[in-house]
């Protein structure tokens, strides 16, 4: 393994490899990492030529490509930056192996393709997920099922027109949700339930700061935000940034039971 030489080094935290021309790592995580596994917490791989997340199998080319994972050794890996590179798509149980992972990088990538269980794994740790910059178009109900911990979505600059009833609802910790720089528009935020989101008795008191500026809203009906709707009425928002819209009209009562808004 290239890291050998440092396998009696065990306060061995943080690799930094951005800005490089990294395509693949050659071998199972166990050898390229070897030494270093089970001390690092922190992993830089921004800005390289990564096209995927999976080892692909060598001797059985038949139908299961999926390969395994290629940070799966990584079990104590806290931060894991994967910003800048050429991944199309995320695989089922990318991740499944990072139980101890915080912290994930993924925006400014080509990603479109989101598949179920793609963050299976990442259930009780994950605070952070950064997505942005992307292209992805639709928000399906299940991309975030899991992640339960979440304080923090980042889903701008995408190519945004859907999000699926309950695409949100298990999140339960989350305090930023950042949507701007999409193609929403009034029928995407009317669509039933879309925005529901379940919070946890712990995070009932934080109030959700949501983003979606330079979208293609065109009105703010009293339904959206007062009490009686029934969708962005239950993110119990402080603050909500709406510039950049085409919003024609703001009706009576929209800010209804918004008394938590700053």
């Known amino acids: 393994g290239a890291f050998d030489a440092m ?3 065990q306060n061995f935290r943080r690799l930094h490899l951005g800005h490089n021309q990294i395509s693949q790592l050659d071998g199972e995580c166990d050898a390229v990492f070897a030494g270093i596994a089970q001390s690092l ?9 990564l096209g995927q997340l999976q080892q692909q199998q060598q001797q059985n080319s038949s139908s299961d490509s ?7 050794c990584l079990v104590n890996l806290n931060e894991l930056l994967l910003t800048g ?10 991740f499944s192996q990072l139980g101890q992972l915080k912290y994930l990088y993924l925006d400014n990538n080509q990603i479109s393709v989101i598949r179920r269980d793609a963050f299976a794994g990442l259930d009780s740790s994950l605070e952070l997920l950064d997505l942005s910059g992307n292209k992805i178009e639709q928000v399906r109900w299940h991309f975030f099922a899991r992640l339960r911990q979440l304080t923090e979505l980042t889903l ?10 309950g695409a949100f609802e298990h999140l339960g910790q989350l305090v930023y949700l950042r949507l701007q720089h999409n193609y929403l528009d009034d029928e995407s935020v009317e669509a039933g339930d879309c925005f529901r989101l379940n919070k946890t008795k712990s995070a009932s008191k934080q109030k959700l700061q949501l983003n979606m500026s330079h979208n293609e809203l065109t009105r703010l009906n009293a339904g959206h935000l007062s009490s009686s709707g029934s969708n962005l009425s239950s993110l119990q928002l402080e603050h909500f940034v709406l510039n950049h819209n085409r919003v024609q009209l703001v009706e009576a009562g929209a800010f209804t039971d ?5």
């Open 85 to 94: 590179n050429y991944l199309r798509e995320l695989a089922p149980y990318a």
């Open 7 to 9: 396998s009696s080094g």
């Open 41 to 49: 917490t922190s992993l830089h791989l921004d800005h390289n030529f």
């Open 258 to 262: 918004c008394s938590a808004l700053q």
């Open 156 to 165: 701008s600059l995408n190519r945004i027109m859907q999000i699926e009833p």
């Open 66 to 72: 999926s390969g395994s994972s290629m940070f799966g």
